[in-house]
């Protein structure tokens, strides 16, 4: 099993920054991908962006492309996200977590295989 925990959420004003971590613990040695997702009220869940554990390759959603950036920290398990220049339509709910199996793009949120709880990320305009 594998346990995730978000941090980091909060309100910030458009323009503005944030960093959510992910923590992750347990059987984490057989991490292939962590991505984020995030979820707006009435809306389903979409990609936000992934990292390929072992390799550091970077995978992003073209509507945070330039401005968001994944990284991840190999001897904690963490994954940390940087939220720049945030838009009102960036507020969502955003979720960590975490693929086992290697096959397949990364965006695709029913291949992942554990999930945070979430943190809230508000964007007042």
């Known amino acids: 099993q594998v346990q995730l925990v978000e941090s980091g959420g909060g309100l910030v004003q458009a323009g503005g920054s944030l960093r959510l971590s992910c923590a992750a613990s347990?059987?984490?040695?057989?991490?292939?991908?962590m991505g984020w997702f995030r979820q707006a009220p009435g809306k389903e869940r979409e990609f936000v962006g992934a990292i390929k554990w072992s390799a550091y390759i970077t995978y992003y959603a073209d509507s945070v492309k330039g401005r968001f950036i994944i990284s991840r920290d190999n001897a904690k398990n963490t994954m940390n996200l940087q939220m720049n220049s945030l838009k009102p339509e960036d507020t969502a709910v955003y979720y960590c977590?975490?693929?086992?199996?290697?096959?397949?793009?990364?965006?695709?949120?029913?291949?992942?295989?554990?999930w945070g709880q979430g943190t809230q990320v508000t964007v007042s305009s």
């Open positions: 347990g059987r984490t040695f057989s991490t292939n991908y």
């Open positions: 977590a975490l693929r086992c199996n290697s096959g397949g793009v990364p965006s695709r949120p029913e291949s992942y295989d554990y």
